[in-house]
């Protein structure tokens, strides 16, 4: 089972940047999906954005234009560049690979990173 580590969290101002990293312990390459995920406390884990094998990406409406996903199958890492962040960005962030098998997606998580922006 492949293992997931986030990177890069941490305190940042509204309309700064932060970069998260995920690193893999294993090819990355080989899952169907590579994503971010945030949760805020008391709430269901949601969408921030998804990269393909092909390298297509996804965005949740909050996030785009501002964020930036992408993956570097040569070190096996998904990164989030985030950008003109807000307040309402500040959670737990959480990497993510799945994999499309017998009709049914099945997930892997990182163990999550926090991300905490202040006004």
């Known amino acids: 089972q492949v293992q997931l580590v986030e990177s890069g969290g941490g305190l940042g101002q509204a309309g700064g940047s932060l970069r998260l990293s995920c690193a893999a312990s294993?090819?990355?390459?080989?899952?169907?999906?590579m994503g971010w995920y945030r949760q805020y406390p008391g709430k269901q884990r949601e969408l921030v954005a998804t990269i393909l094998s092909d390298g297509s990406p996804n965005y949740a409406d909050s996030v785009k234009g501002r964020f930036t996903i992408s993956r570097d199958n040569a070190k096996n890492a998904v990164y989030l560049q985030m950008s003109s962040l807000k307040p309402e960005d500040t959670a737990v962030y959480y990497c993510n690979a799945g994999d499309f098998a017998g009709g049914r997606w099945y997930e892997h998580w990182g163990q999550g990173t926090q991300v905490t922006v202040s006004p």
């Open positions: 294993e090819t990355i390459f080989s899952h169907n999906r």
